[in-house]
Each structure stands twice: as C-alpha cells, then as structure tokens.
C-alpha cells in the first residue's frame, strides 16, 4: 500500500541514519523498523501530509535511542557522534533540509560507497542498494551476474567500510577527480534502472531516473567537469522522451514508432544546453559521447530524418573509449541502419560469447531479420528473447512482435 511512498523517501532516510550512526547494517535495521511502524501508524489514520518529514523524524529518533542505549555505537573518523539531545524538527519541517550539494547526506553517502579501498563493482554495487534503493536482483541485472554474486559483493563491500574505519564525507575539492569515475557509475545505473526496469510491471520508474538526473545536477555544482555535465545532458535528453515510451494502455513503445510530438522539447534543448557547456571543455569522454548519440535521435524530426552515419561514428569512438559488449552491440544496429542490415547482422554474430544470455542481444538480431523478411529466423530470435526478459511490459512487446510474424 505504501511500498511507492517507502521507495521514494528510503534512499533519503537511510543516508541520514548512515551519518548519524556510522554503520550500514545498523541503519538498515533502523530504516526496516521504521517502515514497519509507518505501515502500524498509517494504515489505520493515513499518510501524513509530508511523509518524507515523518519517516525521517521517526527513524533519527529511534537511532538516537539506539545511541543512548549504548547500542551498536559506531564512532566515525570524519564527523563528531551526533548530538542525542538536539531538538527535533517541527511537524511538517523537512529535518534534511542543507542549502549546499556538498552536505546532502546522499552525496556524502555515494562518495563513501565509491571510497579507492573498494573495487568498482563493490562501488556501484552498494551505492545502488542503500542510495537507490534496488534489489538485489535489479544490481544483478544491471551487473550482468547471478544475484548470489552480487549478494556477496554488498556483504563484502560493508565489512571493508567497516573495518578500513573509511569516512562518511565529500572528499575535498583536490581529491573529487579520483573519485568521479565511480560517482558517474553509480548514478548511470541507477538512471539506467529507473529508465527501463529490471523486473515486474512497470517499464519506468520514474523516481529513481528523476532522482539520478537531481543529484547528478548537485554534483555538476559541486564539481562542473565536462562528464559530469554529460552524464546530465545524457539523462535529460533521454528523460525527455519519457511519455511516448509506453502507450495509453501502458505497453512499451520502440524510439521508432514513437509519437515525437509527446516528447518534452522544452527539457530536450535544456540537455543540448548542457552538453554543449560540457563540450566548451574539448575533453572528451564516454558520457558526452552518448549525449551527442542521444541529442541527435532527440533533434530528429522524423525516425527517417534521424543521422544514422553519425551515430555510427560516435558510438565507433564510443568503443574506443568505453569497450564493452553493450557498446558493441549498439554499434552494430547503427551499422545495421547506416550500412546495411547484412552488415549489423555480421557484427551481432561476434557478441553471443558475451551477451547470449542477455534478451536485448536476440531481440535486435530479431528486429533485423524482421525487417529482411527472414521471418522464421526471427521468430526464433524474439523466442529465444522471450526466455530471457524479465521485465513484463518488455515481455509483452517482444509477444506482440512474434505474433504479428505469425
């Protein structure tokens, strides 16, 4: 019943818990205890007006019970043990309330899961469980792994916070370049989860997108590196095309056939605004690169006006930069469209070792021999795409799109 309110509002309040007790596992608790007395108090009288306020109130006071009680008392290194006898907000007061990016709690949260002593998978890992608030399950997604590995990695990855004593802060202006590569990371995922779910119903979550694309925003003021202002251009000009991706029943509609009319043109030329600040710089990286991709399928009138021999060229320095299977196998299907669909059909022969098991792979391969007329062979692809999605909306596509071959 309030599981929507609780997603929204749980990233938030643990970061708060995290400053105020020192320890991820103790905040956990503390935030579970907390949503278990929301859903004892709410049920029978109601949401409160803010219940972001109230689920905060809640749980900081339940923490500072926890610290008078001597329990589980975590001392960190970089900020003094909170006051336990400061008053509480008033009703209605929002009790996070900063008026700088660099004390928001959920900065200070990001840039300690991405601290050097953790490997970058751990990074982005634990940043996406207690920022984003994800499942285990959508990090093993988004991770390309079995959820028993990525459940091993969070557990890994609290123990090293815990034990190396590593602090709960901003680093210094002199010391945020080293750490911006993984900062970046976690909010492309956590972007990239919200804009196509992992699982269940939903094909957009649209508050971990719009709080992905806020603190990236922070960030661009904390530090207005040329990638941090592309990975917001990129997030914007996406973000903009949000309402023609699901029709009016619901169901996910393809960048082709969507009614560009509905696309927000208003925030579409606010990210080109920011990736031409961004590209002022002439320092290029992987995110401005895929702000340009996305700002010319953003700029494209028509699906057949868009600048397929472009794209293809971006994502081929695309690859130079960042390789990855991904990248390859969008290059391909800009192949296909630039040179000819033979052409990305080749290219996607040489990705099954690394993306067999992943549906986007058969469902491309799918679309291209649809389009050659191949029809039994796609038809095995969209099966072959069927077995591997999870997502349902997606799931729905994929069926309607093997029906009509049939």
């Not at 749980?10 to 995290?18: M, Q, T, Y």
């Not at 459940?151 to 190396?164: C, F, G, N, S, T």
């Not at 989860?193 to 649209?206: Q, T």
């Not at 992905?212 to 922070?218: D, F, M, P, V």
């Amino acid at each position: 019943m309030w599981a929507r309110v609780f997603r929204r509002e749980s990233g938030r309040v643990l970061a708060g818990l995290i400053r105020e007790l020192g320890d991820f596992d103790a905040a956990e608790d503390v935030l579970q205890d907390t949503l278990a007395r929301a859903v004892e108090v709410w049920t029978p009288n109601g949401a409160p007006e803010n219940p972001g306020a109230w689920l905060t109130t809640v749980a900081k006071n339940r923490a500072r019970d926890l610290l008078r009680r001597g329990a589980r008392v975590i001392e960190t290194r970089d900020e003094p043990a909170p006051d336990v006898a400061a008053p509480e907000p008033a009703p209605g007061i929002d009790p996070d309330h900063h008026t700088s990016g660099v004390v928001d709690d959920r900065l200070r949260l990001i840039f300690t899961c991405c601290h050097p002593a953790l490997a970058r998978p751990a990074q982005v890992a634990l940043t996406l469980r207690t920022l984003g608030g994800l499942t285990t399950f959508e990090i093993a997604r988004a991770f390309l792994e079995s959820e028993p590995t990525t459940a091993q990695r969070l557990v890994r990855a609290k123990k090293k916070i815990r034990e190396a004593g590593i602090g709960y802060q901003v680093p210094s202006r002199d010391r945020l370049p080293a750490r911006l590569e993984s900062v970046l990371a976690v909010l492309y995922l956590i972007f990239n989860e919200g804009y196509s779910a992992a699982a269940g119903d939903l094909l957009i979550r649209r508050e971990l997108c719009e709080e992905a694309i806020r603190l990236t925003r922070e960030l661009s003021e904390l530090l207005p590196d040329p990638e941090v202002l592309g990975l917001l251009a990129l997030m914007m000009l996406h973000h903009a095309r949000r309402d023609a991706r699901t029709s009016a029943d619901g169901e996910f509609v393809p960048l082709e056939l969507q009614d560009r009319s509905t696309w927000n043109r208003a925030e579409i030329d606010q990210g080109a605004a920011v990736l031409d600040r961004a590209l002022t710089a002439n320092r290029r990286g992987p995110y401005q690169v895929q702000a340009a991709i996305a700002a010319l399928h953003g700029t494209a009138a028509r699906a057949e006006a868009t600048d397929w021999a472009q794209i293809e060229l971006l994502y081929r320095t695309l690859r130079e930069l960042t390789p990855g299977p991904m990248v390859d196998l969008n290059h391909a299907v800009a192949v296909a469209m630039s040179q000819g669909l033979d052409a990305g059909l080749e290219r996607m022969a040489t990705l099954d070792a690394e993306l067999g098991d992943y549906y986007l792979l058969p469902a491309a391969r799918a679309d291209l021999y649809r389009r050659l007329g191949r029809r039994a062979e796609a038809a095995a692809q969209y099966r072959r795409a069927l077995e591997l999605v999870s997502n349902a909306r997606e799931r729905r596509y994929l069926e309607r799109r093997l029906a009509s071959l049939q």
